[in-house]
């Protein structure tokens, strides 16, 4: 579990940062906002908008002060009084949720005003930390304190306390964390100094400067600090231990020469996987009872005419006595089931009780095994660190001998593992690892016999005929030339010193530490950024440079194996497929049917230009309709019978049995209809049905076949599926709804 937080943010609200510099399309503020709702939306709650990839935790206590504003409002930190004038404390330290965002969002403007002391800010924001990382009795309580000052260093400044401040910050009762980012502010590390700087400025910046070195705080520039935005940032955790106990060579209970180490088991890599989103339903009641909206997203900040979607599952058995209907049942009244494969296995509760097996915690050694005879495929699972228990220097000498043993003799051993009483046993194979400052057994999970999957494949270098003649050329196999070619272009297209490091000498491309998953950090950037961006006109941003920049081969590389790359297409014969023929192209039979003889198989066989719809073979005979003509009537014609014999089959159903027929020639039409680039022949179809449908026309309530039409997305074809529609992805959208 993370430590607790408390960060103040302070933000120079004063008049000059309403104004663009240096040639940027945006306001000072806009800029400085940027970083600012970065920090905020990654420490917000996931109770607000989603498991967000950030923290998510109640202990960040964030608040935002601003300096140099319209008014005056220290919100009861400390007495209003000369000095604190034009500082506005927004909101007290607390959890933030998506509506204080959007409360920030309506109130960080920039002001008519450039009066205010952002030193002033700094002692409020230190006050009002204190207080609130307090405990009863007035000690300090276990907290990161956390200030971060985004200016512009335009305002007036009141250095007479500097020194006693910097005391304050430095307590060592109860340090804080001093963060300055400076709009345009010369700075050294980056090679950065602003030309035509006027004079206050200028002293302002030297001002803050040296009084962040007396705090041993952090100074940098803005343009450093949004740079570094997109680069995703790791969560750190806690790891949790699986298991405490003792790793055993030997039964301990029987004899008394085994080896008994006390070890405790922690997660070595954990799978990150994207938030999912959650589900909500659009409140027709707002007087209903059960769970308010305000649940969904904070007691404090309720998103109205919403409320959470609850699940309900219900079981069902086949009624013997009357076919075609279920009878509910109760969960408890069900016997278990288990899967073998494909086959369910039905075990009741007293066969279980005697198949289940009664273990006890435990780490147990039964094996040693070569490092070279290891199959490396074997391993499944994630792997996990298996340590000595903390403080107990016995079992730290011990586990480190059994490590170095095992390292000497280029072995690796086997163990039994039951993490808690009556869980089932698992075998681990333990892998010794040496670092300079640590010792640790790396285990992974072995398959058991039921685990392996053993496929058979034929050899890649020859081919077996039916009398048992081995071939070794033959179309299907790789030439001598070929692979040659393609053991250069791989070796052209090595990625292990492409890289360049800081000095200019070769490293490793892409190395893991520099890639990040794009499906985790993109959702995440995509959620906070509607978090602060919520007019769905906005278009969403393009995903940061950093998350893609792995996503294809560099140029350079492909430019420099160009002529490898063409050897190898030459050795294998690689020839260009012509592009498939659509649209009207298809009608073209003469193009699209023409066989390689030029003989015109249906003309010698005087097969018609039109076929008819047969109501016992609809989807062949439509489809052997469409092929025989290219006329628009003779289509026309074709799919008016199809979309006739398809109400016929909603209309004479039995219930749901002709449902199925009639949704696969639906699909079918659609397809069909969609490869010749004639959408607008289906959509008015697709429209008139369910208005039938809906209207009641087909014999009947057949709702449900409009369910089954919208659960398989068979309605409009927009412009995204067939570019010649006229309907937009809205107006298909739409279309599903009643």
């Known amino acids: 579990m993370a430590g607790k937080e408390a960060t103040v943010y302070i933000l120079d609200l004063g008049r000059s940062m309403g104004e663009k510099r240096h040639g940027r399309d945006q306001t000072d503020l806009d800029w400085a906002l940027e970083y600012v709702w970065d920090k905020i939306t990654t420490t917000v709650s996931r109770r607000s908008f989603g498991d967000l990839v950030a923290s998510g935790r109640k202990t960040a206590l964030m608040s935002v002060i601003g300096c140099r504003t319209d008014e005056t409002d220290l919100a009861g930190n400390m007495e209003e009084g000369e000095g604190y004038e034009n500082i506005k404390v927004f909101s007290n ?88 980012l400076g709009l345009d502010f010369d700075d050294e590390d980056v090679g950065y100094k602003e030309e035509g700087k006027n004079a206050e400025k200028a002293r302002n910046e030297a001002i803050l400067k040296s009084f962040i070195n007396d705090c041993d705080g952090n100074f940098g520039t803005l343009a450093t600090a949004v740079d570094q935005l997109h680069t995703p940032r790791l969560k750190e955790t806690r790891p949790v231990q699986s298991y405490r106990g003792s790793l055993t060579l030997g039964d301990a209970s029987k004899y008394e020469a085994t080896i008994t180490i006390d070890v405790e088991r922690y997660p070595c890599t954990m799978i990150s996987k994207p938030p999912t989103a959650s589900t909500f339903a659009v409140r027709t009641d707002p007087g209903a009872s059960g769970q308010s909206s305000a649940t969904v997203v904070g007691e404090d900040q309720p998103m109205p005419d919403l409320a959470a979607v609850h699940n309900q599952r219900v079981y069902q058995v086949d009624n013997l006595d009357e076919p075609g209907l279920k009878n509910p049942v109760e969960l408890d009244e069900l016997e278990r089931g288990y899967e073998y494969g494909r086959t369910a296995v039905h075990i009741s509760e007293s066969d279980m009780n005697v198949v289940k097996l009664e273990t006890q915690q435990s780490l147990e ?43 000497e003799a280029d072995c690796y051993a086997i163990a039994r593992l039951v993490a808690k009483d009556l869980k089932p046993p698992v075998l681990l194979l333990l892998v010794p690892r040496i670092e300079l400052e640590w010792e640790a057994l790396v285990d992974v999970e072995l398959p058991f016999e039921e685990d392996m999957r053993r496929y058979k494949f034929p050899p890649l270098d020859r081919k077996l005929t039916v009398s048992g003649k081995t071939i070794t050329e033959h179309r299907d196999l790789p030439t001598d030339k070929l692979l040659d070619a393609m053991s250069d272009y791989v070796n052209a297209m090595d990625l292990s010193t492409f890289g360049r490091d800081e000095e200019g000498n070769p490293e490793e491309y892409a190395k893991p530490e520099d890639t990040f998953s794009p499906l985790v950090h993109r959702i995440g950037h995509v959620i906070k950024w509607r978090a602060t961006h919520p007019d769905p006109t906005l278009p969403i941003p393009d995903p940061p440079e950093i998350l ?86 003779a289509i026309q014609e074709a799919v008016d019978d199809v979309a006739k014999e398809i109400r016929n089959l909603i209309s004479n159903s039995v219930g749901d049995n002709a ?28 429209k008139q049905l369910k208005e039938d449908i809906l209207g009641g026309k087909l014999n009947g309530n057949r709702r449900d076949m409009w369910w089954k039409i919208k659960g398989s997305k068979y309605g409009l074809v927009d412009l995204n599926r067939c570019h010649t529609s006229a309907v937009t992805e809205d107006e298909a959208r739409r279309f599903y709804e009643i």
């Open 93 to 180: 330290l607390k959890q933030y949720l998506l509506g204080d965002i959007r409360m920030l969002q309506d109130q960080l403007k920039p002001s008519k005003t450039d009066s205010g002391d952002l030193l002033s800010a700094l002692a409020v924001a230190v006050y009002m930390i204190g207080n609130a990382t307090q405990g009863a009795k007035g000690n300090p309580l276990k907290y990161d304190r956390r200030v971060i000052i985004v200016t512009d260093g335009r305002g007036q400044m009141d250095t007479s306390d500097l020194a006693e401040m910097a005391a304050k910050i430095k307590d060592p009762a109860a340090p804080f964390e001093i963060v300055l």
């Open 548 to 633: 893609m920049k792995y996503s294809a081969p560099p140029a350079e590389l492909l430019a420099a194996s160009e002529k490898q790359m063409k050897r190898l297409m030459e050795a294998a014969d690689v020839k260009k497929v012509p592009p498939k023929v659509k649209g009207r192209g298809k009608r073209q039979r003469g193009d699209r049917d023409k066989p390689l003889s030029g003989l015109d198989v249906d003309a010698l066989l005087g097969n018609p230009k039109r076929v008819k719809i047969e109501t016992n073979n609809l989807i062949p005979s439509f489809k052997q309709a469409l092929a025989a003509s290219d006329d628009m009537e």
């Open 365 to 407: 050694l039964v094996g040693f095994v070569k490092m070279e005879e290891f199959e490396r495929y074997l391993p499944i699972g994630r792997s996990n660190f298996i340590v000595p228990q903390k403080a107990n220097t016995q079992a730290q000498l011990a586990l480190s001998s059994f490590i170095h043993a095992l390292y």
């Open 659 to 686: 449902y199925g027929r009639a949704l696969e020639a639906i699909r079918v039409m659609r397809e069909e209809l969609i490869e010749l680039e004639e959408p607008d022949i289906y959509n008015p179809f697709i």
